[in-house]
């Protein structure tokens, strides 16, 4: 499990398929709440990943909600992310579909 948003970012880094993302483009806003919780934003476009805590640098075309501990099991494996959203522990605005090519993306 990761501590905090940089470490669970700096997993994603690592997880990213760059290959899979080459025809991509997209900036997705995370908003976690609780412990370890924050902001911080992803953008792929054309299979090269750029990332960073805080507000996204434009408007994001997805925003995730969810509770930091919730996500961090989602990136570890311990739940589900289809099961995460239809509980409601997940909650997507805008763009679901850029939302559901994460998990091709970052393996997930």
Known sequence: M???ISELI???????D???ARADS?????ELGGEGGGS???RVHQGALDT???APPAEA???LRAEASDLMKIVGGELNPMMA?????VKVERNMSIVMKLMSWFGI
């Open 2 to 4: 990761f501590s905090n």
């Open 61 to 63: 075309d997805a925003i």
């Open 40 to 42: 911080f934003w992803l």
């Open 52 to 54: 960073g805590e805080g």
């Open 85 to 89: 959203f239809m509980s409601g522990k």
């Open 26 to 30: 997209g900036l997705v806003a995370f």
């Open 18 to 20: 760059a290959e899979k």
């Open 10 to 16: 700096e997993k994603l880094r690592e997880r990213f």
